[in-house]
């Protein structure tokens, strides 16, 4: 029977105990992480969230009652423990345990509560996750998970004086509002007051934290819950918290200055990493053009190059007909890939064709000479100045790609971080941070005949690019910016439209109707008649940064009760059907049977 913590104090945690507190009585409470029975002797080793330490038990000298308690533990069992600190002697010490030089000598133990046999051992290696995440609480006991958990706090904590000491203010948002549709599909609440009517959860506080600036609170942030019905990725939730900022009678320089101070001080003071400022910066175009990529590892090299210019007399057949369409030839050297078998080189094709290109064409460095497949259909100079481009030495692999502008960009960027993970070249310890700017303000949209905003609508356009609004709409580009660590985007924004007629541009080039523009931002823009500062601000996805922070690359890692890739948590086996009582309630009548 389960004992009660009556007359009970915990004095420490298991982990904070070491040699200091020698023969000091001590109290400890946790779960059981091991039990040895040897007999007349039996250790237990205890775990709590900052650690683990050992009881010992020993016949001679524990009382028969708490001797019989600690043979009948087992993993999990749930004890109160107190005893006094003793050290262990020299053949005894485990050093790899930080409480590895003590133990505690038990004279008092409880059993809180005993457990069934777990449906998998805490802590053990290759389980699979939605195992861990049905039994979320058990996963939960890990050391890392505790650990990661620690960081997440500490980075809320640092957040929060950051902004406190800038002259920030806290200020919470709805999160039952009206849908807007800003790009991704919003989760959509039913209300039972207003029959027939609907919330929607919102994708980000966007225009909330509009209307506070013309509220004049000046500078406001927020640790935002957000929600989005969207397809995940590792490194994506439908629901997720979102470091949300905005300021007004600022400039970009205002907004990427604060923000990346923040960056420094949440850095040093959770994880001790010096972020050295000014952070690097880089436009779009220079992102997508030397890493098909707007989010660029700068962890390694492997820049893309252009070689159009080189090979343009060739008769190659593939090359000859990406000219003829005006598609351009790009590159990137692996150092070291010249080791690749036929093999890999072929996993490589296949690689690339996943993001629409039509294959690689190679070029080694061995010995001194270059071979290649090519060499039948380009001359010796023509190789060594392809080979010149790419700075290439022995050992490397030049991977060439014929396409549109578009396609072999993005291939080559995502063949980039593939070639780094195969070759084990990038550097974990490594942090490059770096802000892409000038991002396009709209993107045409081929199947609806319209142009998008690549960000939202109260984007505001680069000064000199307005009067591109008529002729030229592709070409503008935005005052906009995103913050990117390691290849992932830690978070973007934008200095924000405030003039009603640029924001009359915007809505026209955007293909909206009066109507349209009343029933979705009308409350808004009522908002901006009675003065709106010029204003801006950034969003951090708080998952992602904290996830590089404890070094996983799934965001689920760091989420205390996450959903899977399809957006289903297995612990409360949600989402699921409500009764028909409540739909009757709602006024609602399910016409067809749900997917399963």
Known sequence: MSETLSGMKRTHMCGELNETHNGAAVTVMGWVNKTRDLGPLVFITLRDREGIVQLAFDDKTTSPEVFAKAKSAKNEYVLAASGTVSLRADKDINPDMATGKIEIKVDELRILSEAETPPFPVGAAGVKEDMRMKHRYLDMRRPEMQRNFLIRHKTNQAVREFYSREGFLEIETPCLTKGTPEGAKEYIVPSRVFPGNFYVLPQSPQQFKQMLMVGGFDRYFQLARCFRDEDNRADRQPEF???????????????????????????????????????????????????????????????????????????????????????????????????????????????????????????????????????KFLSEDELNSVADVFAAKDGDLICLCADKDAVALTALGALRGEAARKLDIIDKDDFQFLWVTEMPLLEYDEENNKWNAVHHPFTAPMDEDVELFETAPGRMRAKAYDVVLNGYELGGGSVRIYQSDIQRLMFRALGLSEDDINSRFGHILEAFKYGAPPHGGIALGVDRVVMLMVGVDNIREVIAFPKTKDAYCPLMEAPNTISERQLKELGIEIKAKPAQ
């Open 241 to 375: 918290t979102q470091l949300d900022v905005e300021m007004s009678f600022v400039d970009t320089e205002d907004i990427l200055a604060n923000s990346e101070q923040m960056l420094q001080y949440v850095f040093k003071k959770v994880i001790g990493l010096d972020v050295k400022l000014p952070l690097r910066r880089m436009t779009y175009a220079e992102a997508m053009d030397k890493y098909g990529s707007d989010k660029p590892d700068l962890r390694f090299g492997m820049e893309i190059n252009n070689v159009s210019g080189i090979v343009k007399d060739t008769e190659f057949e593939a090359f000859k007909a990406a000219r003829a369409e005006g598609y351009s030839v790009r590159g990137i050297n692996i150092p070291g890939g010249a080791v690749f078998s036929r093999k890999q080189q072929d996993a490589l094709q296949e690689f690339v064709k996943g993001y629409k290109a039509k294959g690689l064409f190679f070029i080694s460095r061995a010995d001194g000479e270059l071979k290649s497949s090519l060499s």
